[in-house]
């Protein structure tokens, strides 16, 4: 069974940073294409970044690039999304998910066919 | 960028009713156009791939359809668990939900 495992999610203040990771099991970790979406509260879905199965793609929204980088580290079945000078706005609930696809396309994330539980992160002073 | 327009933003139906979403495209996407499922405090869940797959494990009273620029997202026949917000997807983009309640 596919599992994703959110953790790293909290209050911080603006300006400040964060880094998420979401342990992955129940399928070859390396092959796929992971990405981060992330729910304002009453919100609707946005994708945040992707990268390719060995992490030589990456996939940024353009409301994060320059601020946020995804990293994953095959040997421990792990993904990671740094997040630094953080607004207001970052607020939300951020879920890991296995993509669709096996590359990471400029247009971004093919689909998603498998959610973590989703971690909170919380920008406010 | 590609723009996604669902209507209606929200319905509300009768158990057994046909429900029907509609997703706009803001210029062709061919087949590539997904549709989730998100029930209230849980994550969204992939129903539908590539406009008309049924994702494993999904009941068959979800439906698919579509081509260029209009697709369609249908419930042949709504139950109590379907209650939950619908989004459609191409590449980096979602649509803003269809909330479906009971009436």
């Known amino acids: 069974e596919v599992q994703l495992l959110e953790s790293g999610g909290g209050l911080v203040q603006p300006g400040g940073s964060l880094r998420l990771s979401c342990v992955a099991s129940g399928f070859t970790f390396r092959n796929y294409v992971m990405t981060w979406v992330r729910q304002p509260p009453g919100k609707g879905l946005e994708w945040v970044s992707a990268?390719?199965?060995?992490?030589?793609?990456?996939y940024y929204a353009d409301s994060v690039k320059g601020r946020f980088t995804i990293s994953k580290d095959n040997s421990k079945n792990t993904l990671f999304l740094q997040m630094n000078s953080l607004r207001a706005d970052d607020t939300a609930v951020y879920y890991c998910?296995?993509?669709?696809?096996?590359?990471?396309?400029?247009?971004?994330?093919?689909?998603?066919?498998?959610w973590g539980q989703g971690t909170l992160v919380t920008v406010s002073s | 960028d590609i723009q996604l327009t669902q209507s209606p933003s929200s319905l509300s139906a009768s158990v057994g009713d046909r429900v029907t979403i509609t997703c706009q495209a803001s210029q062709d996407i061919s087949n590539y156009l997904n549709w989730y499922q998100q029930r209230p405090g849980k994550a969204p869940k992939l129903l539908i791939y590539d406009v008309s797959n049924l994702e494993t494990g999904v009941p068959s009273r979800f439906s698919g359809s579509g081509s260029g620029t209009d697709f369609t997202f249908t419930i042949s026949s709504l139950q109590p668990e379907d209650i939950a917000t619908y989004y459609c997807?191409?590449?980096?983009?979602f649509g803003p939900g269809t909330k479906v309640d009971i009436k």
């Open positions: 990268i390719s199965g060995y992490g030589g793609a990456t």
């Open positions: 997807q191409q590449y980096g983009t």
């Open positions: 998910a296995k993509d669709t696809g096996h590359i990471v396309a400029v247009t971004g994330p093919t689909g998603a066919d498998c």
